[in-house]
Structure formats: structure tokens, C-alpha cells
């Protein structure tokens, strides 16, 4: 399973679907979902997305997002909004779990089971690496990740992207692979 | 000058803010604008996004996005959607312009200059391609493009990605050649 952990400065409580910015910049959390869980007309059955949360009024709160349960779920920032702020307001969806965990504990326990992939600019090239079939990629938001992590430190090119334009090169890199398209 | 073409079933009148997926999946067409134009903290200089509108209720509709010159423009879809009806309505900000004009003969103004390159998920492999640096790459939303281009056909894999996804891996590939990452 390919998974996905954005750290994100978005809110922890109720928030306006009319001002995703002004909530933490949930419109970035919305959008890497999107670009993490969908592909043209479906789901992804491959991956998971983990939204952890960093902002007020109450973190640190994990949001596990399995494709393979969702229902109602679009691929539009508010829709997708809609599921996590339902989420936040203690009533989650299908698909979607809620945690109060802290990172570092989260990572621990990823750490037992999975190569850990730290998106860094300046990171080695990640069509040069050797990327394993459960792995956790992490990433931040306009922030950035925030804290020095142990791991593997990958780039997808010397620009520095959104992080759901890097979410969609990676998950393009691991599909490539699986269909030997490459060669 | 990289530049992308997205045929739209997005409406060409006013719509609801509170509604892109109703409004001709105006929602795809914010996205792709936000994957195409935007860096992590920047507006491309190098990367100009037309957006063709053939919803009702007064098609066609050529709405172009000039980030060199786009003011108070934010990567959330709210916000993207907001300068689309705006212009719509006829008051288009800085960095936009709309015309009416078919798609014929649009593109063949175009061909005169550009390479023109139409994604299809059964194309060369775009890790394969020459690409000039003048190129207009053509792609469909959730409809696809609808009819038969005379072209060259351009995948970047074989699943069928979101437009937003398909535009975000082709600029990483751009970017990668021009800063000769790859080798």
C-alpha cells in the first residue's frame, strides 16, 4: 500500500467551507486528497491519505482517508472539505478515520512497517531510488514539514511544487514502475 | 512559452461559488488552471493556461490566464473560480483576457507557431518525446477532448489520470529537461 502523510496547519475544529484558506489552508489539505486518492473517473484502490493536522483549536488530530470505503466523496475542494470538517465535528464519514495521536507516535509506529520517504527539494532523485510497495511518503504544507525527520530525503525536481502537484508526480513515478512503462 | 489548452464543459454565464461541479465541472477547470500556473510560493513565468468553455448558456468562450500579469490570483478553487466569473460577467482582472472564438480556429492560429501535443493515455510515452519550447498541449475534462485533433498524441501513462494530475506531471517533465535533472 502506497501511503501518504501531509502535516498540515489546518484547523482542528469547525471551520467555513467559504474560506478554506482561512482554515489552516485546507484548500492544500483538499487539493493533495484529491490529487493523493483519485484518478480520472475512480478511486484509487492503492493508497491511503493521512491529513495530520497542526492548527487550533485542538491538535494534533489524524484524518486517515481508505478509498476503499469512502462514499459521497468528489474530487472538488469543498466536497472534500465537507468530509473532513464532518470528520472534525465528530461525525466521520465511511473511509474516514479520526485519531488524536502525536506525530512523532504516529511515526514510530509507520517506521515498524514501512520505508519512510521525507519530500525535500533537495533530496535525491526520486526516478533513481528504490522505492518499496509499503511506503510512507511526507510532506508539508506552505509551511513545510517543520521538524527534522529520520528518513530518506527525495525530490521530484530542483523547483519547489505544491505539494498536490508533487503527490501527483509521485503517485505517476509508482505507477510507472507497476506497469513497466519505463523501459 | 509552455502552454496548455483545457477543453471545458464549464458554463459560460454565471454560476454559483458554492457550486463548481454544477456548473459544468467548473471545478476540474480551477484545478488545472492552479496545477498548471502555480509553484509552491510563486506564479510560473514561463506557462500560460487557455481555458475553452463550451457549456451554456453562450458558447464558446476562450478565457486565457497570463500569470505574468494576474493580480490577487490564490491557488484555492474558490478563489480561481471567482476571477472565471468575473470575466465571465465581463469584468476580467489582470492577466485575463476572453474572446469568442470556435476551437478550429483557435487551434489553427496556433499550429502556425506551436508544436501542438494532445494528451490520450494511448500516446507516445511523453518521457519519449521532443518538445519544443513552444508547445500548446491540448487536454479535455471529465468529457475528454470530444473530437479528432490532427496531432501528435502524448500519454504520460496508462491509467487515466485527473486533467489537474496529467498537467502537473507534464511541467515536472519540462522542468526536469530544462534544468537537465534527468541525466
Not at 478511486?43 to 482517508?65: N, T, V
Not at 479520526?98 to 512523532?104: A, P, Q, R, V
Request: glycine content about 8%; charged content about 30%.
Amino acid at each position: 500500500m502506497r501511503e501518504f502523510l501531509l502535516k498540515s496547519g489546518g484547523r482542528t475544529g469547525d471551520f467555513s467551507l467559504n474560506d478554506l484558506p482561512g482554515a489552516g489552508r485546507m484548500d492544500i489539505a483538499c487539493r493533495c486528497i484529491t490529487a493523493c486518492l483519485w484518478l480520472s473517473d475512480e478511486l484509487r484502490k492503492d493508497s491511503i491519505l493521512h491529513l495530520f493536522l497542526e492548527g487550533p483549536p485542538a491538535p494534533p488530530k489524524l484524518l486517515s482517508f481508505n478509498p476503499l470505503k469512502l462514499k459521497r466523496f468528489y474530487p472538488d475542494e469543498r466536497n472534500v472539505a465537507s468530509h473532513i470538517r464532518l470528520a472534525l465535528l465528530g461525525k466521520p464519514q465511511p473511509g474516514i478515520s479520526l485519531k488524536t495521536i502525536s506525530f512523532k507516535d504516529f511515526l514510530e509506529e509507520q517506521r515498524k512497517q514501512k520505508q519512510i520517504i521525507i519530500l525535500d527539494s533537495k533530496g535525491k532523485d526520486i526516478r533513481k531510488i528504490e522505492i518499496s510497495d509499503n511506503v510512507l511518503f511526507i510532506l508539508g504544507d506552505n509551511r513545510g514539514i517543520g521538524e527534522d525527520i529520520e528518513g530518506e530525503k527525495v525530490s521530484v525536481g530542483k523547483k519547489v511544487y505544491l505539494s498536490s502537484q508533487v503527490i501527483s508526480i509521485i503517485q505517476n513515478e509508482l505507477d510507472r514502475r507497476e506497469e513497466q512503462w519505463q523501459d
